[in-house]
């Protein structure tokens, strides 16, 4: 049985771990999970050997959806995703982007939900540079955190 400890780790220490394999990464705020992020995960693990998710910290979810974001500190939203049992590996970065993890993990496959567009990510050009592929996981319902959030405010 795998522990939290087992999963949530430094990315240096999951970049020597998984070393010569098939490495699909996603990266997200993860701030409330929900069916969509489970059915993401679980797409993200069918296409290679480990998945690795990349959580942004505490400042850049303020950075991105402003100061009442995020609901859950980045420790607590780390030990939610490592419980989840398509995730191999899960990290907190930094950075407004998810570049210099990239870079650094070189993985195979990055996933991202379908909110997104493979030509607007400013992360595809860096991976196809290395022969990586991006990769867009359609929604699977209309979920997202902030939907949630306000659903919860209206109550």
Do not use: W
């Not at 430094?10 to 996603?26: N, P, Q, R, Y």
């Not at 290679?48 to 400042?59: A, F, K, M, T």
């Not at 980045?74 to 407004?96: H, K, L």
Request: aromatic content about 10%; hydrophobic content about 35%; glycine content about 8%.
């Amino acid at each position: 049985m795998k522990k939290i400890s087992d999963v949530y780790k430094t990315l240096d220490e999951i970049v020597s771990a998984v070393e010569g394999c098939k490495i699909v990464f996603t990266n997200g705020c993860f701030d409330v999970i929900h069916e969509g992020h489970i059915r993401l995960f679980e797409f993200a693990k069918s296409l290679g050997d480990y998945l690795i998710v990349g959580i942004n910290s505490d400042s850049s979810v303020r950075a991105l959806k402003g100061y009442s974001r995020p609901v859950n500190s980045q420790e607590q939203r780390a030990s939610v995703v490592a419980g989840i049992r398509f995730v191999d590996y899960c990290f907190i970065f930094n950075d407004s982007t998810p570049i210099p993890s990239i870079k650094k993990l070189k993985p195979s496959i990055h996933v991202k939900g379908g909110d997104y567009k493979v030509e607007d990510l400013p992360e595809t050009e860096v991976i196809r540079q290395y022969g990586g592929e991006v990769v867009i996981f359609p929604f699977y319902r209309d979920f997202s955190t902030t939907s949630i959030l306000d659903k919860i405010k209206r109550l």
